[in-house]
């Protein structure tokens, strides 16, 4: 008669080489796709196995760490230049890069009515503060200088600005009422359909350079199956559902 214990036997031997293939990835992500990626994070888990650890920052901070030998597998960039630096410069899995997402620049109050359906606020220069993310170091921030360049209001709103060391403080200074308004990422305010608080300006995106969002794998995750994992999952159509509802295009 076959034990108890030796027909355990198969079943924690398939247990163990189901498990043995599950990893996790270390992935860098840019402010703005805080949610979005925390809300695929967890069908990713499910889906795969494998686990997704995520730091989120500023992509140009990013750059530096990951130049300085931080152990990021996967970076999800907030423009496109940036992961092209590092692929450029050999620190990338060559041909893993790819757009994820198109992001969308919003001037935003968490004040209900505060901000016009047109922006014009912002030509009636009648608040104290502009909160912006840094423009050297988060594309979003370089976005919201190229809206005021085009709107001909860099010089009578350059005392007004207040500056975030990423999009996640510039909302933050917003939402604390630190700044009566600011320039952030739609998908901050954004959830299926709608601005989910106060009031907000969509910025037309004929205003600023396009915010492609390129993600790649870096050197350090050459050799990762979970990695290449990710990056698989995100082209595919569950994370492409969540994106878009955070208001991205892809």
């Known amino acids: 008669m076959m034990?108890?214990?030796?027909?355990?036997?198969?079943?924690?031997?398939?247990?163990?080489?189901?498990?043995?293939?599950?990893?996790?990835?270390?992935?860098?992500?840019?402010?703005?796709?805080?949610?979005?990626?925390?809300?695929?994070?967890?069908?990713?888990?499910k889906d795969t196995g494998?686990?997704?650890?995520?730091?989120?920052?500023?992509?140009?901070?990013?750059?530096?760490?990951?130049?300085?030998?931080?152990p990021?597998?996967?970076?999800?960039?907030?423009?496109?230049?940036?992961?092209?630096?590092?692929?450029?410069?050999?620190?990338t899995v060559?041909?893993?890069?790819?757009?994820?997402?198109?992001?969308?620049?919003?001037?935003?109050?968490?004040?209900?009515g505060y901000v016009d359906a047109k922006g014009d606020v912002l030509k009636k220069n009648q608040f104290k503060h502009l909160?912006?993310?840094?423009?050297?170091?988060?594309?979003?921030?370089?976005?919201?200088t190229q809206v005021l360049a085009r709107e001909g209001l860099s010089d009578k709103v350059k005392d007004k600005l207040v500056e975030g060391q990423n999009i996640t403080q510039a909302y933050?200074?917003?939402?604390?009422?630190?700044?009566?308004?600011?320039?952030?990422?739609?998908?901050?305010?954004?959830?299926d359909g709608k601005v989910t608080g106060?009031?907000?300006?969509i910025v037309p995106a004929s205003l600023h350079d396009p915010i492609k969002q390129d993600a790649v794998i870096l050197n350090k995750g050459q050799d990762s199956a979970a990695a290449k994992a990710l990056v698989d999952y995100l082209k595919g159509p569950k994370a492409a559902a969540v994106i878009k509802s955070y208001g991205y295009e892809l």
């Open 3 to 45: 034990t108890r214990v030796s027909r355990l036997a198969p079943l924690l031997a398939a247990f163990a080489l189901g498990t043995a293939h599950a990893d996790e990835v270390q992935v860098a992500v840019a402010a703005n796709f805080t949610a979005p990626i925390q809300a695929i994070a967890a069908d990713f888990e």
């Open 50 to 70: 494998h686990k997704l650890v995520a730091a989120y920052g500023a992509t140009g901070q990013f750059y530096t760490q990951i130049k300085n030998g931080a």
């Open 72 to 91: 990021f597998e996967v970076f999800l960039s907030a423009d496109d230049t940036t992961p092209q630096r590092l692929e450029s410069e050999g620190a």
């Open 94 to 112: 060559k041909g893993s890069r790819f757009t994820y997402a198109v992001g969308t620049l919003a001037l935003w109050s968490a004040k209900e």
């Open 131 to 144: 909160s912006i993310a840094n423009p050297k170091t988060a594309p979003y921030g370089l976005a919201a």
């Open 172 to 191: 933050q200074f917003v939402s604390t009422g630190n700044a009566e308004l600011g320039f952030v990422a739609l998908s901050q305010i954004y959830k």
């Open 198 to 201: 106060g009031s907000a300006w």
